[in-house]
């Protein structure tokens, strides 16, 4: 173990003669080296800092001069922070004197984490009182936000701390302060449902805001099922009676789906009725009925209100009714209960309603969500997941006495042209996000012009976080994969002689839509990349959705895929076959059989043979069936180093001589 090493590990175990006795005696470059090393992106003072001792802390202060503001990497509560300063180890951890301590020898009290946070938000988060008011005593910006917008108020108002969010209203902290998606410290309370810290901030002079969403905070508490701050709230003199009608329907929903009580969920609703029949009358705007919800139109009298009674599932149809007309089509919320309600008839095995609920779904945030949504993404992941449960479980008996049915192959295709109509979103949201990126780096705007354009990109920048999270460099690659589980799924299905011809030639002409793509994403793979090496299980719990996948290999070569197409290590997909040759020989066979060339070379200069090593290759493969005369051309020039440069050799071969 390295002295580094060895000095982090005494500033975790709180050893401080192992420390002295390691730093004792050695140079002041050489502590200096030592104690501004890390081990997991953690230096010796983040370290004792987030652990709280403090013996340690002193010791490589005073003695060792440590930087009291080299930033490393820290866990709380099983998340990652990057970039944390000191002073936010110890006011996360609730470390009081350590937080004295650092301020003593100079700490920025207003320093940040990556995200923007600072040591008082972090004070904040967990409650530590005392440490807040330290900390602004010395200076800490009570205002200063975190990336999302979300102030120290805001989230010592979400965690529940009174005594916190009372101490920040007395210093006149901003109550009606937004975030980027524009709630306040109001709704942050609604959602986490503390009464008194609501009461606090509407004497302090908290408004009715609408959120990016068009959520106010008495809807936020609504969704949320907190009866004590919705009854509160709906009591203000602020409130219209149609809000107070909507935050009531809408709370019935919430008891139908998330908490499970349908009597209360009729007592709510019955109140909202009573209160749009008073005078002047305001009816329901009833939108028009939609399949998926069986036609369900909602109630619009108390007779009808009470034969619900004898419907438990028209209950949960009428909620789901109701959600989708109070918060509309682009809250994550009616999506969600939407997929929570498929989930639930799945579970009853009744298959048929859960892949409507989930088309459903998966079409509207198609149509209102930014490429590449999360929320998105997570819709295709549950329907490869779905119908790889159906396709293997077939026949089975389930709990409640239904049998698992037979795959409809025609949902599976339309789901999965939903999924290539994703990939090919993402794709196009990517390069255009290359563009923008290059017309920026070759701009030449100077002066007040750059200024300008500079507030520009900002603005644009608050507004488009607002409306995606395509921050994930990863994103292209799960829509990719997701697509890819269905996919592996239909081409399974085609390989079965029984397939019907006019059904092949559909998923085929679909596999081909994907594969006219030419995606290439994480390290450069392409579809038969991953179809051809583990790494593109998402869902590998069952057989039929596992890859690599030969059926999806075959069918993905016969619309076309390049087997010689190179990820950016020069591997071919027939190299990442080699490396899991032993377990799956079928992968290879189809590869060589379409075109693939088995001397071809990587970046690293392997080859087929030399990967399967220590198998021979002759003891795989025909290595003779499948050389050509043209790979052996290619391997003479390389092996007499004949220049391109003569003009001997034209330019449309180099890419195939480089690659033998």
């Known amino acids: 173990m390295d002295l580094a090493c060895i000095v982090c590990n005494a500033a975790r175990d709180n050893n401080l003669n192992l420390l002295k006795s390691v730093l004792n005696g050695r140079s002041a470059s050489e502590i200096s080296m030592l104690i501004s090393s890390k081990v997991n992106g953690a230096t010796p003072l983040v370290i004792s800092c987030r652990n709280g001792h403090s013996e340690i802390v002193e010791y490589l202060l005073t003695w060792c001069q440590a930087d009291v503001e080299q930033v490393g990497s820290v866990s709380f509560d099983g998340e990652p922070i990057e970039d944390a300063p000191p002073l936010w180890c110890a006011s996360a951890a609730g470390h009081l004197g350590i937080v004295k301590l650092l301020v003593r020898h100079g700490a920025n009290v207003n320093s940040t984490t990556r995200t923007n946070s600072t040591p008082l938000r972090a004070a904040c988060f967990d409650g530590h009182f005392e440490i807040v008011k330290y900390l602004i005593q010395h200076g800490a910006d009570f205002e200063v936000a975190n990336r999302?917008?979300?102030?120290?108020?805001?989230?010592?108002?979400?965690?529940?701390?009174?005594?916190?969010?009372?101490?920040?209203?007395?210093?006149?902290?901003?109550?009606?302060?937004?975030?980027?998606?524009?709630?306040?410290?109001?709704?942050?309370?609604?959602?986490?449902?503390?009464?008194?810290?609501?009461?606090?901030?509407?004497?302090?002079?908290?408004?009715?805001?609408?959120?990016?969403?068009?959520?106010?905070?008495?809807l936020a508490a609504s969704v949320t099922g907190h009866v004590p701050i919705v009854e509160h709230l709906i009591t203000l003199p602020?409130?219209?009676?149609?809000?107070?009608?909507?935050?009531?329907?809408?709370?019935?929903?919430?008891?139908?789906?998330?908490?499970?009580?349908?009597?209360?969920?009729?007592?709510?609703?019955?109140?909202?009725?009573?209160?749009?029949?008073?005078?002047?009358?305001?009816?329901?705007?009833?939108?028009?009925?939609?399949?998926?919800?069986?036609?369900?139109?909602?109630?619009?009298?108390?007779?009808?209100?009470?034969?619900?009674?004898?419907?438990?599932?028209?209950?949960?149809?009428?909620?789901?009714?109701?959600?989708?007309?109070?918060?509309?089509?682009?809250?994550?919320?009616?999506?969600y209960y939407i997929r929570f309600r498929g989930a639930h008839y799945a579970?009853?095995?009744?298959?048929?309603?859960?892949?409507?609920?989930?088309?459903?779904?998966?079409?509207?945030?198609?149509?209102?969500?930014?490429?590449?949504?999360?929320?998105?993404?997570?819709?295709?992941?549950?329907?490869?997941?779905?119908?790889?449960?159906?396709?293997?479980?077939?026949?089975?008996?389930?709990?409640?006495?239904?049998?698992?049915?037979?795959?409809?192959?025609?949902?599976?295709?339309?789901?999965?042209?939903?999924?290539?109509?994703?990939?090919?979103?993402?794709?196009?949201?990517?390069?255009?996000?290359?563009?923008?990126?290059?017309?920026?780096?070759?701009?030449?705007?100077?002066?007040?012009?750059?200024?300008?354009?500079?507030?520009?990109?900002?603005?644009?920048?608050?507004?488009?976080?607002?409306?995606?999270?395509?921050?994930?460099?990863?994103?292209?690659?799960?829509?990719?994969?997701?697509?890819?589980?269905?996919?592996?799924?239909?081409?399974?299905?085609?390989?079965d002689e029984a397939c019907c011809?006019?059904?092949?030639?559909?998923?085929?002409?679909?596999?081909?839509?994907?594969?006219?793509?030419?995606?290439?994403?994480?390290?450069?793979?392409?579809?038969?990349?991953?179809?051809?090496?583990?790494?593109?299980?998402?869902?590998?719990?069952?057989?039929?959705?596992?890859?690599?996948?030969?059926?999806?290999?075959?069918a993905l070569l016969e619309v076309g895929a390049d087997p010689n197409a190179t990820d950016d290590a020069g591997n071919t997909p027939l190299h990442l076959a080699a490396m899991v040759y032993p377990k799956w020989p079928h992968i290879a066979k189809i590869l060589l059989d379409n075109g693939a060339h088995i001397d071809a070379r990587n970046k690293a200069g392997e080859t087929f043979e030399s990967l399967i090593k220590p198998k021979k290759i002759h003891e795989t493969v025909n290595t003779l069936k499948y050389t050509t005369l043209a790979c052996l051309a290619a391997k003479t020039i390389r092996k007499h180093n004949i220049s391109y440069e003569a003009g001997a050799v034209p330019e449309t071969l180099h890419k195939f001589i480089d690659m033998h």
């Open 148 to 218: 999302h917008g979300h102030t120290c108020l805001m989230i010592a108002c979400y965690k529940g701390h009174f005594k916190i969010a009372q101490y920040l209203l007395s210093l006149n902290a901003n109550v009606n302060r937004c975030s980027v998606k524009g709630n306040t410290a109001l709704h942050d309370c609604a959602e986490s449902g503390s009464l008194e810290i609501l009461q606090l901030l509407l004497k302090h002079g908290a408004t009715m805001e609408v959120d990016y969403y068009g959520m106010t905070p008495l």
């Open 501 to 554: 011809p006019n059904m092949r030639k559909d998923i085929l002409k679909a596999l081909y839509k994907l594969n006219r793509l030419n995606v290439a994403v994480r390290s450069g793979r392409t579809a038969l990349h991953y179809a051809c090496y583990r790494e593109g299980t998402l869902v590998g719990r069952y057989p039929a959705c596992q890859f690599p996948s030969p059926y999806l290999a075959k």
């Open 238 to 335: 602020c409130v219209t009676r149609e809000s107070r009608i909507d935050a009531l329907e809408l709370l019935g929903a919430t008891y139908v789906d998330k908490k499970r009580d349908m009597v209360s969920a009729l007592s709510l609703w019955r109140r909202a009725m009573e209160e749009r029949n008073l005078e002047p009358k305001i009816p329901k705007k009833i939108q028009e009925p939609i399949a998926a919800y069986e036609y369900v139109s909602e109630v619009t009298t108390i007779e009808e209100l009470e034969e619900l009674v004898l419907d438990p599932d028209e209950m949960r149809m009428q909620a789901l009714v109701i959600r989708q007309r109070i918060l509309g089509p682009t809250h994550p919320d009616t999506s």
């Open 347 to 495: 579970d009853a095995g009744r298959f048929d309603r859960c892949i409507d609920l989930w088309t459903y779904a998966l079409t509207m945030q198609q149509k209102i969500l930014p490429p590449l949504s999360p929320m998105t993404q997570s819709s295709l992941l549950s329907f490869a997941e779905l119908f790889s449960f159906m396709m293997m479980e077939a026949g089975r008996l389930l709990p409640r006495g239904r049998v698992v049915p037979s795959i409809e192959a025609c949902d599976m295709l339309m789901i999965f042209c939903k999924a290539v109509v994703e990939v090919e979103r993402g794709q196009s949201w990517s390069m255009e996000q290359q563009q923008k990126i290059g017309t920026t780096a070759t701009s030449t705007a100077s002066g007040e012009e750059q200024q300008q354009q500079q507030s520009a990109n900002a603005a644009a920048a608050a507004v488009a976080s607002l409306h995606d999270c395509n921050n994930d460099p990863n994103a292209l690659s799960r829509a990719l994969v997701s697509a890819l589980h269905i996919g592996c799924l239909l081409a399974w299905l085609i390989d």
